[in-house]
């Protein structure tokens, strides 16, 4: 069996700005008052991130949940610290060229897990605020689903990669 070997993300200037407004607003709402009490969360998109674990026993899931959601909220957020690790850090690009500039992020193997998990869980958010259910859900007009596609877009590369590299 081989080492899992370092995937190389390819990504412009401008993606991984984004990118990282995206991951800071996700780690805001990660040490929100109502994350902080995820045990009954009543905010839709922490509710996706700690899921019931017993659909037809609310009670075994709140407990489940009790004993649950700060250790994976918490692990969502390092993995969320990783991310912003890897991603450059400065301003986002003021002019085309620099928008443009084509950047590589070294993931080591470690690393890349928390990548994998972390593009899920904003997907996962995303899905909550745009009120995704299913495909029937998208609105090709609505600019907020393009982000939603992107990062779909960059998962499954992701994933690709990781497939390759294990």
Do not use: C, K, N
């Amino acid at each position: 069996m081989t080492a899992p070997r370092t995937v190389v993300l390819e990504i412009t200037a401008l993606e991984a700005a984004h990118l990282a407004d995206l991951v800071r607003q996700f780690r805001d709402l990660l040490h929100s008052s109502e994350a902080m009490d995820a045990t009954t969360p009543r905010d839709p998109a922490v509710a996706r991130l700690v899921p019931d674990a017993y659909s037809d026993d609310p009670e075994a899931s709140r407990q489940f949940r009790d004993l649950t959601a700060a250790d994976l909220l918490g692990r969502r957020d390092e993995d969320a610290q990783a991310v912003l690790a890897a991603l450059p850090d400065h301003d986002a690009p003021t002019t085309e060229d620099e928008a443009l500039q084509t950047l590589s992020i070294v993931l080591a193997p470690d690393r890349l897990d928390a990548w994998l998990r972390t593009l899920t869980a904003l997907r996962l958010v995303l899905a909550s605020r745009l009120g995704i259910r299913s495909e029937a859900d998208h609105d090709d007009d609505d600019p907020r689903f393009g982000i939603y596609e992107w990062l779909g877009y960059r998962l499954e590369g992701l994933v690709q990669a990781a497939d390759g590299a294990r």
